[in-house]
């Protein structure tokens, strides 16, 4: 038999090798094998298994790595198709499914020394050091030799003493890390469902039981409405066929709350089913151990971001998109996927129902319900009955005119924030961006601190006592007087804010409120996230300050007011899905309040109080917003009317760069007639020209259907001859236009 072989470095094809006698019986498809290429071993996947080659002289594959194969035939069908859509190598995609800890030559398996007692009843005389050990492993039977050293206070050699007498054995097995441990979970049992809750789990019940081909759900529902009760108990029921399910939630912040309601329901029981987690805040031998759970069938249920669609759950039955529409399920480096899509096709492959779940549906998604391609479910209303919070707008132009320059907090939201502490409630304030300040400037002659290597300002952190770029990381001392050297003026002073000046104005406005900031810069160690929810689950915090992490999917009943300090941040961004991303980070903001037996109160500062998206999140009404957005976007012929593609060539040389790309505009006007309706913008300098020392170049194409278009720029793109120093990007249907 002949192996056909994808190789880990990027060459766009297989490569044919034999099966020597002594593997064979252990190849398979899926099979992670070691192979002889040129003078190196290199590693790969077995994608196919033939009895004849078209080369004359094949070498043998050297070694099998690993009992198992590792990549199941349902995960490598849904590598080959990133390939081909994403417009990237296969061996990428292929690589991309596996995560770094589990493709390792190597196992990466844990060994622990385990002692056992061998001899019942009394043991003969022992001296005392060894005879109260004896008596430790006797009345446990068994337990780890690193627990008996510390109970028995004493040292392996006393152990080994102990097996020449054959009264213990000593052994080492595999000992697996488990990232949740140490936390003691409470079982929970199904909550009693609304009838919305209950028409919804009917329909996914439905459609899990028949012989229908595979569906895709659009879960809309209120934040509170109970989108994940529904969750859990479809579940269950995918569990009671004999199927497993894969959870996807958008960041890794959210997974441990996730992670916890879970487990209480699945693990903790009588019955218990194991929940593995899988993302990146795990160590890589946590990550390994979970990852092979799933593969030899002992988790059914997988809990993680992005990259969790590639959990080898089999049988599939259900596949959940918590919060579909954010932004963060896009893959930033090749293959550039996003996880929501790729979990819409791995359900139709496999077979399996996929369930979309958000408070503020992407247009794309609900367009999608619209022309009938999804089934929509709604949950209109909190679950408990309680109320949406109320929303107010402050025009933040008059209380600038009222204070003579913009404050950090209104007057209305500082009044209703002293209300809030006396009454011993807790308060969140929102602000998406992080920093002291967004820049340094001086007054006198116009300076502004830039990157040298980015076209942004430098934000100031006062804590550090440094200036830093948020897209590179590149750090400066903050100077003490403007460093123009025909300026040197001392006043130079601080522009914007960032959660670190909300966080010090708090501090002076109410001391005595125990306020937190939770940001990527407070957050140190990968516990801090738990640690600061847990402080202010019990109380211990009344104000907490953020970024989006702390945006959506949190549930704090004692949270009664919510305060939106510069609600106009992302609305003026030169992408168009600006409107969209507003709407959708104002109400899932809002959403925090009022979860409890109190009603929320929600104050929404902003510049431009009157768009429609701040207008709209004030009413809770998405469906008016999609239908006055999805107007906006026919007029353009912008997603989810047309499908995107987005190009980017980048180097250091600006005008090299300059040239390639007008050379590739040429190329891919040429083929324009192949694809009817194709739309060319560009070439044009990014919105952000220069990042990390790159200057960049954009061409946006627009087409009616996506597949014909990626199968066209792969090969304009492979054949294109790029001059040294320049590299070109393809994202398809890409989330940010910067």
Same mark, same amino acid.
């Given at each position: 038999?002949?192996?056909?072989?994808?190789?880990?470095?990027?060459?766009?094809?297989?490569?044919?090798?034999?099966?020597?006698?002594?593997?064979?019986?252990?190849?398979?498809?899926?099979? *992670?094998?070691?192979?002889?290429?040129? +003078?190196?071993?290199?590693?790969?996947?077995?994608?196919?298994?033939?009895?004849?080659?078209?080369?004359?002289?094949?070498?043998?594959?050297?070694?099998?790595?690993?009992?198992?194969?590792?990549?199941?035939?349902?995960?490598?069908?849904?590598?080959?198709?990133?390939?081909?859509?994403?417009?990237?190598?296969?061996?990428?995609?292929?690589?991309?499914?596996?995560?770094?800890?589990?493709?390792?030559?190597?196992?990466?398996?844990?060994?622990?020394?385990?002692?056992?007692?061998?001899?019942?009843?009394?043991?003969?005389?022992?001296?005392?050091?060894?005879?109260?050990?004896?008596?430790?492993?006797?009345?446990?039977?068994?337990?780890?030799?690193?627990?008996?050293?510390?109970?028995?206070?004493?040292?392996?050699?006393?152990?080994?003493?102990?097996?020449?007498?054959?009264?213990?054995?000593?052994?080492?097995?595999?000992?697996?890390?488990?990232?949740?441990?140490?936390?003691?979970?409470?079982?929970?049992?199904?909550?009693?469902?609304?009838?919305?809750?209950?028409?919804?789990?009917?329909?996914?019940?439905?459609?899990?039981?028949?012989?229908?081909?595979?569906?895709?759900?659009?879960?809309?529902?209120?934040?509170?409405?109970?989108?994940?009760?529904?969750?859990?108990?479809?579940?269950?029921?995918?569990?009671?066929?004999?199927?497993?399910?894969?959870?996807?939630?958008?960041?890794?912040?959210?997974?441990?709350?996730?992670?916890?309601?879970?487990? +209480?329901?699945?693990?903790?029981?009588?019955?218990?089913?194991?929940?593995?987690?899988?993302?990146?805040?795990?160590?890589?031998?946590?990550?390994?151990?979970?990852?092979?759970?799933? *593969?030899?069938?002992?988790?059914?249920?997988?809990?993680?971001?992005?990259?969790?669609?590639?959990?080898?759950?089999?049988?599939?039955?259900?596949?959940?998109?918590?919060?579909?529409?954010?932004?963060?399920?896009?893959?930033?480096?090749?293959?550039?996927?996003?996880? *929501?899509?790729?979990?819409?096709?791995?359900?139709?492959?496999?077979?399996?129902?996929?369930?979309?779940?958000?408070?503020?549906?992407?247009?794309?998604?609900?367009?999608?319900?619209?022309?009938?391609?999804?089934?929509?479910?709604?949950?209109?209303?909190?679950?408990?009955?309680?109320?949406?919070?109320?929303?107010?707008?402050?025009?933040?132009?008059?209380?600038?005119?009222?204070?003579?320059?913009?404050?950090?907090?209104?007057?209305?939201?500082?009044?209703?924030?002293?209300?809030?502490?006396?009454?011993?409630?807790?308060?969140?304030?929102?602000?998406?961006?992080?920093?002291?300040?967004?820049?340094?400037?001086?007054?006198?002659?116009?300076?502004?601190?830039?990157?040298?290597?980015?076209?942004?300002?430098?934000?100031?952190?006062?804590?550090?006592?440094?200036?830093?770029?948020?897209?590179? +990381?590149?750090?400066?001392?903050?100077?003490?007087?403007?460093?123009?050297?025909?300026?040197?003026?001392?006043?130079?002073?601080?522009?914007?804010?960032?959660?670190?000046?909300?966080?010090?104005?708090?501090?002076?406005?109410?001391?005595?409120?125990?306020?937190?900031?939770?940001?990527?810069?407070?957050?140190?160690?990968?516990?801090?996230?738990?640690?600061?929810?847990?402080?202010?689950?019990?109380?211990?915090?009344?104000?907490?300050?953020?970024?989006?992490?702390?945006?959506?999917?949190?549930?704090?009943?004692?949270?009664?007011?919510?305060?939106?300090?510069?609600?106009?941040?992302?609305?003026?961004?030169?992408?168009?899905?600006?409107?969209?991303?507003?709407?959708?980070?104002?109400?899932?903001?809002?959403?925090?309040?009022?979860?409890?037996?109190?009603?929320?109160?929600?104050?929404?500062?902003?510049?431009?109080?009157?768009?429609? +998206?701040?207008?709209?999140?004030?009413?809770?009404?998405?469906?008016?917003?999609?239908?006055?957005?999805?107007?906006?976007?026919?007029?353009?012929?912008?997603?989810?009317?047309? *499908?995107?593609?987005?190009?980017?060539?980048?180097?250091?040389?600006?005008?090299?760069?300059?040239?390639?790309?007008?050379?590739?505009?040429?190329?891919?006007?040429?083929?324009?007639?192949?694809?009817?309706?194709?739309?060319?913008?560009?070439?044009?300098?990014?919105?952000?020209?220069?990042?990390?020392?790159?200057?960049?170049?954009?061409?946006?194409?627009?087409?009616?259907?996506?597949?014909?278009?990626?199968?066209?720029?792969?090969?304009?793109?492979?054949?294109?001859?790029?001059?040294?120093?320049?590299?070109?990007?393809?994202?398809?249907?890409?989330?940010?236009?910067?």
């Amino acid at each position: 038999m002949i192996a056909r072989v994808t190789l880990e470095i990027a060459l766009r094809k297989e490569f044919d090798y034999t099966i020597p006698p002594e593997l064979a019986g252990q190849v398979e498809v899926g099979s *992670r094998v070691q192979v002889p290429f040129g +003078a190196r071993k290199v590693m790969g996947c077995v994608t196919g298994l033939a009895e004849e080659s078209a080369q004359p002289r094949l070498r043998p594959l050297l070694k099998v790595v690993g009992t198992q194969s590792l990549v199941t035939p349902g995960i490598l069908k849904l590598a080959r198709w990133i390939g081909e859509y994403y417009c990237c190598a296969a061996e990428t995609a292929l690589k991309s499914v596996l995560p770094v800890a589990v493709r390792r030559e190597q196992a990466n398996w844990r060994a622990r020394l385990q002692v056992r007692a061998t001899a019942p009843g009394e043991a003969p005389k022992l001296p005392r050091r060894q005879r109260e050990v004896w008596q430790i492993v006797r009345a446990r039977g068994e337990l780890p030799l690193r627990e008996l050293l510390a109970l028995g206070k004493t040292t392996a050699g006393t152990v080994r003493r102990l097996e020449d007498r054959g009264l213990v054995r000593i052994t080492a097995e595999i000992a697996e890390r488990d990232p949740y441990a140490g936390e003691h979970i409470l079982p929970t049992q199904p909550l009693a469902l609304n009838p919305a809750q209950a028409g919804a789990l009917a329909a996914l019940r439905e459609a899990m039981s028949g012989e229908a081909r595979a569906a895709t759900f659009l879960l809309h529902g209120v934040t509170g409405s109970g989108k994940t009760e529904v969750y859990l108990q479809a579940i269950a029921h995918a569990l009671e066929q004999g199927k497993g399910a894969v959870v996807l939630v958008p960041e890794i912040a959210l997974t441990p709350q996730t992670v916890e309601r879970f487990k +209480a329901r699945f693990s903790a029981g009588p019955q218990p089913t194991l929940v593995a987690v899988l993302h990146s805040h795990l160590s890589a031998g946590e990550r390994h151990d979970e990852w092979h759970k799933i *593969r030899q069938g002992r988790a059914r249920i997988a809990i993680g971001a992005r990259s969790a669609i590639f959990a080898p759950v089999a049988p599939l039955g259900l596949v959940i998109v918590d919060e579909e529409h954010e932004h963060t399920y896009k893959q930033e480096e090749a293959p550039r996927y996003n996880a *929501r899509d790729v979990a819409i096709m791995r359900g139709r492959m496999e077979g399996a129902v996929v369930v979309l779940g958000s408070a503020t549906p992407s247009l794309e998604s609900y367009h999608n319900c619209v022309k009938g391609k999804y089934r929509l479910l709604t949950l209109p209303e909190r679950a408990d009955g309680r109320k949406m919070p109320y929303v107010r707008v402050v025009d933040m132009r008059q209380t600038a005119r009222a204070e003579k320059g913009i404050p950090i907090f209104s007057p209305q939201l500082k009044e209703a924030i002293a209300r809030r502490l006396e009454q011993k409630e807790q308060v969140i304030l929102f602000l998406n961006r992080r920093g002291y300040s967004s820049s340094l400037q001086c007054p006198a002659c116009g300076f502004v601190a830039e990157c040298p290597n980015c076209s942004v300002s430098l934000t100031y952190h006062r804590q550090e006592q440094k200036l830093c770029c948020h897209i590179c +990381a590149h750090v400066a001392p903050v100077p003490a007087v403007c460093p123009n050297a025909h300026c040197r003026n001392p006043a130079i002073r601080y522009a914007g804010l960032g959660t670190q000046k909300v966080e010090a104005a708090l501090a002076k406005l109410f001391p005595q409120a125990r306020a937190v900031r939770m940001d990527s810069d407070a957050l140190k160690r990968k516990e801090d996230y738990r640690r600061i929810l847990g402080d202010f689950r019990a109380g211990q915090i009344d104000i907490l300050v953020g970024t989006q992490m702390i945006a959506k999917g949190l549930h704090f009943p004692n949270v009664t007011l919510v305060g939106i300090i510069y609600a106009d941040l992302t609305l003026h961004q030169p992408d168009f899905r600006a409107g969209e991303r507003t709407f959708q980070l104002l109400t899932q903001v809002a959403g925090r309040a009022g979860r409890g037996d109190v009603e929320g109160e929600v104050f929404v500062q902003a510049l431009t109080p009157f768009v429609p +998206a701040i207008q709209f999140a004030r009413r809770h009404d998405f469906v008016g917003f999609y239908q006055q957005e999805i107007e906006f976007r026919a007029q353009l012929n912008y997603p989810p009317l047309s *499908r995107i593609a987005l190009l980017t060539l980048k180097g250091r040389n600006e005008e090299k760069v300059k040239l390639s790309a007008t050379h590739l505009k040429r190329e891919l006007e040429k083929a324009a007639g192949e694809l009817p309706g194709l739309v060319l913008s560009g070439p044009a300098p990014a919105p952000l020209l220069r990042a990390e020392t790159y200057y960049r170049y954009q061409i946006m194409l627009r087409a009616r259907s996506m597949p014909a278009l990626s199968r066209r720029l792969a090969g304009i793109t492979q054949e294109l001859p790029l001059p040294d120093g320049v590299a070109l990007s393809v994202d398809i249907d890409p989330l940010d236009l910067a």
